[in-house]
Every structure is written in C-alpha cells, then in structure tokens.
C-alpha cells in the first residue's frame, strides 16, 4: 500500500521561502505521478502542482506559477515542493498525493494521500 508522508512547512514570514517534502513508501516511487495540494480554511482543497512519473512534465497552478518548484528523486523515493516569495494567502494545510503514471492507470483520479501538513505564512 502506498504511503505518504510530509514534512517541512510550520511558520514562515511573507516573502519568504519553504521547501516542503514528500516522502514515499509502499511501491514503486517512478510508476506513481506526485502531486502537491492545499486547502485553505473555508476553501476546497486545489491543485498547486504536479509532477510525471520521469519528472518530464510539469503542471503549475497559476497562483503559484514562477515562484515554485516542484521535482522529485526516484532514487530516494521522495518528492518536494519549493515555495518562493511567500504571500499571506499561501497560507493552508498542504498535501502530498500520488496516482500511477499514465502508462499504469486507467483514470486521472489522486488515489493516495498524505496526511497534511500546515504552512502559516504571517504579514
């Protein structure tokens, strides 16, 4: 069973930086596409990036696009997400998801999730 695990986050100023990781358990790390999420209070939970299996394509949500970073590292089974010029309304709890690669799956549905972790940027 695939397991995922976050770590990073926790308080940071605005215009700061933060690098969040996905740790990667269970299967095969490069069969699985990896994707982070968030979910503001009072708001639905929205994609902020994914990544491919190989790390080949790339998806940023606009409101993070140019100044975030998403990859990954098949060999240590982990992932991550660089956030830069933190703004107030970056404030969420974020999540690590996986689905299989596209060659694997028979849908586009995240089918594997961490448990969350909060990042709090303050003004």
């Known amino acids: 069973q695939v397991q995922l695990a976050e770590s990073g986050g926790g308080l940071v100023q605005a215009g700061d930086s933060t690098r969040l990781s996905c740790t990667f358990s269970g299967r095969t790390f490069s069969n699985y596409d990896m994707g982070w999420f968030r979910q503001a209070p009072g708001k639905e939970r929205e994609v902020v990036a994914s990544?491919?299996?190989?790390?080949?394509?790339?998806y940023y949500a606009d409101s993070v696009k140019g100044r975030s970073a998403i990859s990954r590292d098949n060999a240590k089974n982990i992932g991550y997400l660089q956030l830069n010029s933190l703004k107030p309304e970056d404030t969420a709890v974020y999540y690590c998801?996986?689905?299989?690669?596209?060659?694997?799956?028979?849908?586009?549905?995240?089918?594997?999730w961490g448990q969350g972790i909060q990042v709090t940027v303050s003004s």
């Open positions: 990544i491919a299996w190989a790390g080949h394509t790339k």
């Open positions: 998801a996986a689905r299989p690669a596209v060659h694997l799956r028979t849908n586009g549905d995240w089918n594997y």
